[in-house]
């Protein structure tokens, strides 16, 4: 049963990260586009002010900005084709010819008739004319604009309601599976008699729930000779109390690495299924969001669209040759940067979580992960699990500070067991620790 909702959860990954990557790639390609359309309405104006600036001095050095335009346009017309070409959209495409109408008239009307005028002032005639085909030209530059974008808006409505559908695909099965299971371990309880068939249903049940949850967190983390990633989950003591804890790394090229750690308000399969679209959407955005504070601000106006929910979230990236880390947490404990020696640092921010109110305004912070330093990121579970977070952050710091010197390569586990110990904890535990290399900023440094 494990493997089937584990099967179904890797399908919808599987089908979430193509319809991304297939937005993404339009995406890109409008945008492109849409630069395109801006250059070529640059041109033109360079060159109606080249041939303007010219008739009214007479001098000859005016017209450097028309030659100039004058080269440029023809290529740059043809790239504003090729790349509608792909959107098969004949109202694009009618647009750009459009334009590209208008600037062989403007030449034909107006630059040709000026430039062989006896003298500049001879063809100020032509000037009128001119106005009224620049003004054309503008007004159809903005309409193709506009079109662009509201294709770009139109892709990103498009792809999310997928995204939606497909969750809500894969939660009707998984919620199927669940339910025959529960059924199953029911008819087992009724057949079983006594203490020990009990125990084994809530082991059983267990297993599913963490299975379930487990399937939806990465198997594994990106590698790196200049940060270490490590990471670990807790799920909480009782069954019921199922929680939306998550973390996720991912790499966005070659040095810079996206992550995320967050927890949904509430237990059970719903928070947990919620727990599942916001770490995806989270995914979906950084490929065209490099902002961690405009991801978490869209990633909002997501969860906005699918019912009353809150998310604590925190989102960054990080630079690893360089350990430049920007990030951005929403209703988020702070992170924290422990140095070698000396006091342990705290990022904090006081943006509500996502899901609090209707427009999420989030500021990031720019820090340095200096060589030896470790961040630490975790949810509220591993400070709550006393019912006291004062004595809970204090205990953490503690932990942090007993192990600062550490070289251990897995910290998040050895955090986790500093705290809870052999017990699982009141409430879902994640922890993610991210650690600058000192050994690999030496030997860059040597090579230098």
């Keep these: 049963m494990a493997l089937i909702i584990l099967l179904i959860l890797i399908a919808a990954d599987l089908v979430n990260a193509r319809l991304a990557a297939n937005a993404t790639a339009q995406y890109r390609q409008l945008r492109q586009a849409t630069m395109t359309q801006d250059a070529v309405l640059g041109l033109q104006i360079d060159e109606e002010s080249g041939?303007?600036?010219?008739?009214?001095?007479?001098?000859?050095?005016?017209l450097s900005p028309y030659s100039a335009a004058r080269a440029r346009m023809p290529s740059a017309l043809a790239a504003l084709r090729n790349e509608l070409a792909p959107l098969r959209s004949t109202l694009l495409q009618r647009r750009a010819e459009r334009l590209a109408a208008l600037n062989v008239l403007w030449e034909q009307t107006v630059?040709?008739?000026?430039?062989?005028?006896?003298?500049?002032?001879?063809?100020?005639?032509?000037?009128l004319r001119g106005k009224a085909i620049i003004d054309e030209f503008r007004r159809q530059s903005e309409l193709l604009r506009s079109a662009l974008?509201?294709?770009?808006?139109?892709?990103?409505?498009?792809?999310?309601?997928?995204?939606?559908?497909?969750?809500?695909?894969?939660?009707?099965?998984i919620g199927l599976v669940l339910l025959s299971a529960i059924a199953w371990l029911r008819y087992q309880n009724r057949v079983l008699a006594g203490y020990d068939s009990a125990e084994r249903h809530v082991e059983s049940l267990q297993r599913v729930v963490d299975a379930f949850h487990r399937a939806q967190l990465p198997q594994?983390?990106?590698?790196?000779?200049?940060?270490?990633?490590?990471a670990t989950y807790v799920p909480a003591e009782e069954?019921?109390?199922?929680?939306?804890?998550?973390?996720?790394?991912?790499?966005l090229d070659e040095r810079r690495y996206v992550f995320s750690i967050g927890d949904?308000?509430?237990?059970?399969?719903?928070?947990?299924?919620?727990?599942?679209?916001?770490?995806?959407?989270?995914?979906?955005?950084?490929?065209?969001?490099?902002?961690?504070?405009?991801?978490?601000?869209?990633?909002?106006?997501?969860?906005?669209?699918?019912?009353?929910?809150?998310v604590t979230a925190l989102c960054g990236a990080i630079d690893a040759r360089s350990g430049a880390v920007t990030l951005a947490t929403a209703g988020h404990p702070p992170a924290l940067i422990v140095p070698p020696t000396g006091k342990i640092r705290e990022l904090s921010s006081s943006a509500p979580p996502l899901g609090a109110t209707e427009r999420l305004q989030v500021s990031c912070r720019n820090e340095q992960l200096f060589p030896g330093e470790m961040l630490v990121c975790y949810t509220d579970g591993i400070i709550e699990n006393e019912r006291n977070v004062i004595e809970g952050e204090a205990r953490l710091r503690r932990v942090l500070a007993s192990l600062r010197t550490s070289e251990r390569r897995e910290p998040a586990p050895a955090i986790r067991d500093r705290i809870l110990g052999k017990h699982r904890g009141r409430d879902d535990v994640a922890i993610l620790t991210i650690r600058r290399s000192q050994l690999q900023a030496v030997q860059d440094t040597s090579a230098a």
């Design 51 to 62: 041939i303007r600036g010219y008739v009214a001095t007479g001098d000859q050095i005016l």
């Design 111 to 127: 630059a040709a008739p000026s430039l062989r005028a006896s003298h500049p002032k001879a063809a100020a005639h032509p000037q």
């Design 149 to 173: 974008d509201a294709r770009s808006d139109s892709l990103l409505d498009d792809l999310f309601g997928k995204l939606r559908t497909i969750w809500s695909i894969s939660l009707a099965l």
């Design 220 to 230: 594994a983390l990106p590698s790196s000779p200049y940060v270490s990633f490590n």
């Design 239 to 251: 069954v019921t109390a199922m929680g939306g804890d998550w973390y996720d790394v991912f790499t």
């Design 264 to 310: 949904v308000t509430g237990h059970g399969l719903e928070a947990a299924i919620v727990m599942g679209r916001v770490r995806q959407t989270i995914f979906t955005l950084a490929s065209i969001e490099h902002d961690p504070a405009a991801i978490l601000e869209r990633a909002n106006d997501v969860l906005r669209t699918q019912g009353d929910h809150i």
